[in-house]
């Protein structure tokens, strides 16, 4: 696998997203998805492309993704290195909404119309695993035989923006590949990766069960520009400390796995003897395809 591969991967992915999206427009109210095999749907159309491309490329999915075991005292300060991230996530969060809405408290009636334990796994467990073996697993590392260790950060970090099909997550969504990519290499492990996205995503599912739907999106409504500009002045202070310690931590982790040097190794920019190239045509059209979609929704 290599660049050229993933970009025509994701192609393939987008092709079949916006299809499904078509088709589901089309039939409805005749037809319509329920939240459940709505989500699993949308997981499959990331998922089997990726997988199949893996295979036909004759390499094995796990071991390109790089499922290793991770010392037990990381894994406790990846959970601390997950929350000191968490004001950065929530700072451009809302920096995100000052143009568009918040897209998961818009699903949030849907979300509690759904058994808690389906969406504990689907949107905390199974769609972290799932979004991390293709986007961490297969993209980045398929990315990295092409470029720089840095472009490809940057690459898969977009495509999984990109896949949420939403500006505000999207803005979020890349802060959160790059993070990830970073937590990877620190590592040496995928299940770091995955760690810190169960962790993202169990916060809003416990926060949404634990509220009212109506008083979320009551409170989205009561959200003026003036009140999202005060929690963006106190998050910018918060952030800033929050992810200097979270710097300090994800040193601490790559130390402790002895890895300091393939963290340093991100940000290189030498180009080594590398298979293909990583901007490609087919990434090009798929991006083009995404953000004109995305543009569509928001206005």
């Not at 003897?273 to 004109?292: C, D, N, R, S």
């Amino acid at each position: 696998m290599n660049g050229k591969k993933v970009n025509w991967i994701f192609l393939i992915v987008v092709f079949f997203n916006i299809t499904t999206i078509v088709l589901l427009s089309v039939l409805y109210p005749v037809f319509q998805l329920g939240m459940v095999p709505n989500l699993i749907l949308s997981q499959l159309i990331v998922l089997l492309p990726a997988a199949i491309g893996v295979l036909l490329a004759k390499e094995n999915p796990i071991k390109l993704a790089g499922f290793h075991k991770i010392k037990m005292s990381s894994v406790f300060m990846i959970i601390l290195f997950t929350f000191l991230c968490m004001p950065l996530i929530t700072l451009i969060n809302a920096i995100s909404m000052l143009f568009v809405d918040n897209a998961v408290a818009s699903m949030s009636s849907d979300i509690l119309g759904t058994p808690f334990m389906a969406m504990f796994l689907l949107m905390g467990i199974l769609g972290p695993l799932n979004e991390e073996l293709v986007c961490r697993g297969i993209f980045y590392q398929s990315y990295k035989r092409s470029g720089t260790m840095l472009q490809a950060m940057l690459l898969s970090a977009m495509l999984f923006a990109l896949m949420h099909m939403n500006f505000n997550q999207a803005a979020y969504a890349f802060v959160i590949g790059m993070i990830a990519v970073l937590l990877v290499e620190a590592t040496g492990s995928l299940w770091s990766s995955v760690l810190l996205h169960v962790t993202i995503n169990m916060q809003p599912v416990f926060l949404m069960y634990m509220e009212d739907g109506a008083d979320i999106q009551e409170a989205e409504e009561l959200l003026t520009n003036d009140l999202l500009l005060l929690v963006i002045s106190v998050y910018l202070v918060i952030a800033a400390v929050a992810t200097a310690l979270a710097g300090c931590a994800l040193a601490w982790i790559a130390k402790n796995e002895k890895r300091e040097e393939n963290l340093r190794a991100v940000w290189k920019t030498r180009k080594y003897k590398k298979e293909g190239k990583v901007v490609t045509v087919p990434l090009l059209i798929a991006a083009v395809i995404l953000f004109a979609v995305m543009i569509i929704t928001a206005i």
